[in-house]
């Protein structure tokens, strides 16, 4: 059996308030570059990135430029957010 659904949740050492809106302008960044799409979701009344893949012909190349673009796109709120 293959696990094929996952949360992602940005921020998780920062008050709930933050994490949320980390998580949402990090999910709207993963969209906005295009490449790959997530959504987001509600977990335990808090916001996260929902993943899925569901087609058995994604590559592991595949898989790692969409975790790179996870992580810049969360890099790239994060500092957004520290320069504010």
Known sequence: MA???LVVRF???CPDDESNALTRKAIEKIQSDGILFAGGA???GRDVLRLSVTNFQ???D???LAVE???AAFR???NDALRR
């Open 42 to 44: 509600k977990w335990r």
């Open 62 to 64: 595949q898989a790692e």
């Open 69 to 71: 673009s996870i992580i």
């Open 3 to 5: 696990l094929n659904q």
């Open 58 to 60: 994604t590559t592991s």
């Open 76 to 78: 790239s709120v994060s």
């Open 11 to 13: 921020g998780v050492d």
